[in-house]
């Protein structure tokens, strides 16, 4: 069985300690929690609409990959959520920016309701 190393990097917001990690490095990919919208320094949720906070959700995947030692571009699987459907579109501008020319798997959902009341949570499985 191949050993599970947990992700840490102060590029990204802590995570809830004892409760769950940025990120789990095994069998030669990252699976990496969810991502909301809050600055890594101030800890606080990002002004903005669900534009800016897609960008701030990836920026987190983003820094958290780079310490598991993958990037963006290897990432294989992404899930979405988001609190309301009326946002698809706006996000998926967003969205579009970024992961490569190979895109990863998708899934996006609706949820009643996201921790700290945000309008996204992104997460993703990367190769490294």
């Given at each position: 069985m191949s050993e599970k190393v947990a992700v840490l990097t102060d590029k990204a917001p802590k995570?809830?300690?004892?409760?769950?990690?940025q990120a789990i490095k095994a069998n030669g990919f990252v699976?990496?929690?969810?991502?909301?919208?809050?600055?890594?320094?101030?800890?606080?949720?990002?002004?903005?609409?669900?534009?800016?906070?897609t960008h701030q959700c990836i920026k987190?995947?983003?820094?958290?990959?780079?310490?598991?030692?993958?990037?963006?571009?290897?990432v294989v699987k992404v899930n979405v959520f988001i609190a309301n459907m009326d946002d698809f579109a706006a996000m998926n501008e967003v969205y579009s920016q970024y992961w490569g020319d190979v895109k990863p798997c998708r899934t996006?959902?609706?949820?009643?309701?996201?921790?700290?009341?945000?309008?996204?949570?992104?997460?993703?499985?990367?190769?490294?």
């Open positions: 995570p809830l300690a004892s409760i769950y990690s699976f990496v929690s969810g991502a909301v919208p809050m600055d890594a320094e101030t800890m606080k949720i990002v002004d903005g609409d669900i534009k800016v906070h987190n995947l983003a820094a958290i990959l780079e310490a598991s030692g993958s990037d963006i571009n290897k996006c959902v609706a949820v009643k309701t996201l921790p700290l009341n945000v309008d996204v949570e992104i997460e993703c499985t990367a190769t490294y």
